[in-house]
């Protein structure tokens, strides 16, 4: 029997889990009363990802010695594995009352409270441990990274330094030491702890990007994109969040006055990934405003999800005119319309921005509107101005919906289409005789061309191509002012606010 049991150790060991596995059911089966091989096993399935027969075991154990602290020890792990806390945290707690000194009873009840963001009662329980035994590692760099989360960061760097005493090559404490030092805006010292990361795992994701980060602090944008083109090569999946944050990084990179080095990395990464719509649009407008004729849809939606939660705070950080310069400009021809309420259509209305403006103008439930992404809607739709809201392409919408409206608004929307035709003839269609189009577009004064994608991603129009698209589609120009629309980079955006009306039937 000793020499089964020395062989099922030794293979489990080996991590032949399945074998070991076998040789401690022969052993429980001959002993089914004997606490350790029933836990033996429990410890193969456990190993083996099989967790729900490892806890029946387990548990097992516990009925045959009530106070088994390995059991009700491995029970309390094996619940915090699978995230149930209020498990882990009962069977813990008994494991403390066998053995107040067990050092990994304290880490679950720890690790739980970390993982519920009680950074507090995290540290309390660390600290246990710590006391414990102060030369645990597995203590100090909890240690650290709770006073880290705490914003801590004085403490954070010494038991951060306490574990690098103890583990030279941890990557984590080292990742811990340079995410202190950058909070305490000491970036050069950052880098280094972060290279010393990058040294001992080159592959780190989460290196990569504290590199780039740290680089980005300092302006070195050399480095900064460097590191960053090595962490989007070495996602393991290629989400919307990823390829926006690089796109964005590349055009500020352009716009702090390294063009050169932005449209570099912009050709890489549409060579990397020639068919990705997202990467496709960001990196050709970096280096080549011709080469799109309209934002693609995927790139569209991406966007408007990611920055729903913030767009209007940010709008507001740039001073957005566009949704009250419409407002004033429908005032000076709705005013003395004969309709009593109109019928109005928001294109693009995002959250709502110049759904609010307009909304004066409309009949009790004549104000539509309709956008590309969901979670600007959400926002929208909780200003409660909106008969419906609809989430669809503002053309598809036009193209199908039975309805005819007496107003159609597109407050900074067609700065995503770089041909204007198709719109425009849908516009046309939608609306009633007499019926009004408010717009606005980004003024092109980078060229001569009718519309070019500049390095923003959106837009810009020559002001007598969209009169000529105008009336190609059947409207006629009523008025076109030039204004400021918004800032971007601290320099204000020029644009063109323009009001089109179909022809009445009897002209």
Same mark, same amino acid.
């Given at each position: 029997m000793e020499n089964l049991e020395h062989q099922a150790s030794v293979l489990f060991g080996e991590k032949e889990f399945r074998k070991a596995l076998e040789i401690y059911q022969l052993l429980m089966k001959g002993n089914p009363k004997v606490e350790k091989y029933v836990i033996a096993c429990g410890n193969c399935y456990d190993a083996l990802g099989e967790k729900e027969q490892a806890i029946e075991l387990y548990t097992q154990a516990l009925k045959i010695n009530k106070a088994s602290e390995a059991a009700? =020890?491995?029970?309390?792990?094996?619940?915090y594995e699978i995230g149930n806390y209020e498990k882990s945290t009962e069977y813990a707690e008994n494991t403390l009352k066998q053995n107040p000194n067990n050092i990994a009873a304290w880490q679950n009840l720890a690790n739980i409270a970390f993982c519920n963001g009680n950074y507090e009662e995290a540290l309390k329980y660390y600290q246990k441990m710590y006391e414990k035994n102060n030369n645990s590692y597995i203590a100090m /760099?909890?240690?650290?990274?709770?006073?880290? &989360?705490?914003?801590?960061?004085?403490? $954070?760097?010494?038991?951060?330094?306490?574990? =690098?005493?103890r583990h030279p090559s941890s990557v984590v404490a080292n990742m811990i030491s340079g995410n202190?030092?950058?909070?305490?805006?000491?970036? +050069?010292?950052?880098?280094?702890?972060?290279?010393?990361?990058?040294?001992?795992?080159?592959?780190?994701?989460?290196?990569?990007?504290?590199l780039s980060e740290a680089y980005h602090a300092l302006n070195d944008w050399?480095?900064?994109?460097?590191?960053?083109?090595?962490?989007?090569?070495?996602?393991?999946? #290629?989400?919307?969040?990823?390829?926006?944050?690089?796109?964005?990084?590349?055009?500020?990179?352009?716009s702090e006055k390294s063009e050169e080095l932005a449209r570099k990395y912009a050709a890489k990464w549409l060579n990397f990934f020639p068919n990705d719509k997202i990467v496709q649009h960001m990196a050709c407008a970096l280096t080549n405003g011709h080469a799109l004729l309209n934002s693609d849809h995927t790139y569209i939606? $991406?966007?408007?999800?990611?920055?729903?939660?913030?767009? +209007?705070?940010?709008? &507001?950080? =740039?001073?957005?005119?566009?949704? &009250?310069?419409?407002?004033?400009?429908?005032?000076?021809?709705?005013?003395?319309s004969v309709f009593k309420g109109y019928h109005i259509l928001d294109l693009g209305c995002g959250t709502g921005l110049c759904g609010e403006k307009m909304k004066k103008f409309a009949s009790r439930r004549g104000l539509i509107g309709v956008d590309l992404s969901e979670k600007m809607l959400d926002v929208a739709r909780?200003?409660?101005?909106?008969? #419906?809201?609809?989430?669809?392409? /503002?053309?598809?919408? =036009?193209?199908?919906?039975?309805?005819?409206?007496?107003?159609?608004?597109?407050?900074?929307?067609?700065?995503?289409?770089?041909?204007?035709?198709?719109?425009?003839?849908?516009?046309?269609?939608?609306?009633?005789?007499?019926?009004?189009?408010?717009?606005?577009?980004?003024?092109? &004064?980078?060229?001569?061309?009718?519309?070019?994608?500049?390095?923003?991603?959106?837009?810009?129009?020559?002001?007598?191509?969209?009169?000529?698209?105008?009336?190609?589609?059947?409207?006629?120009?009523?008025?076109c002012e030039r204004h400021i629309l918004r800032n971007e980079a601290e320099s204000p955006v020029y644009g063109y606010v323009f009001a089109a009306a179909k022809p009445e039937l009897n002209k």
């Open positions: 009700m =020890l491995n029970l309390s792990t094996i619940n /760099i909890n240690l650290a990274n709770t006073y880290y &989360s705490l914003g801590k960061y004085v403490l $954070a760097l010494e038991f951060a330094k306490k574990s =690098l005493e202190a030092l950058a909070a305490l805006e000491k970036y +050069e010292k950052a880098i280094d702890k972060y290279l010393r990361a990058y040294e001992l795992d080159e592959h780190n994701r989460e290196v990569l990007n504290a050399e480095n900064c994109i460097v590191f960053a083109w090595r962490y989007v090569k070495t996602a393991p999946e #290629q989400t919307d969040a990823v390829k926006l944050n690089f796109g964005y990084l590349l055009y500020e990179c352009y939606k $991406a966007t408007f999800d990611a920055f729903a939660a913030d767009f +209007e705070e940010t709008l &507001s950080a =740039l001073d957005y005119q566009a949704p &009250s310069l419409l407002e004033t400009e429908a005032g000076k021809h709705l005013k003395t909780e200003k409660k101005i909106y008969a #419906q809201l609809i989430c669809d392409d /503002i053309c598809h919408y =036009l193209e199908t919906t039975s309805y005819f409206f007496h107003v159609e608004v597109a407050s900074d929307v067609l700065t995503y289409f770089g041909d204007l035709t198709k719109v425009f003839v849908r516009v046309s269609k939608s609306l009633t005789p007499g019926g009004m189009f408010f717009f606005t577009v980004s003024e092109n &004064s980078v060229n001569e061309d009718d519309f070019f994608m500049v390095p923003s991603g959106r837009f810009v129009h020559n002001s007598n191509y969209v009169e000529r698209v105008l009336k190609s589609a059947g409207l006629r120009v009523v008025s």
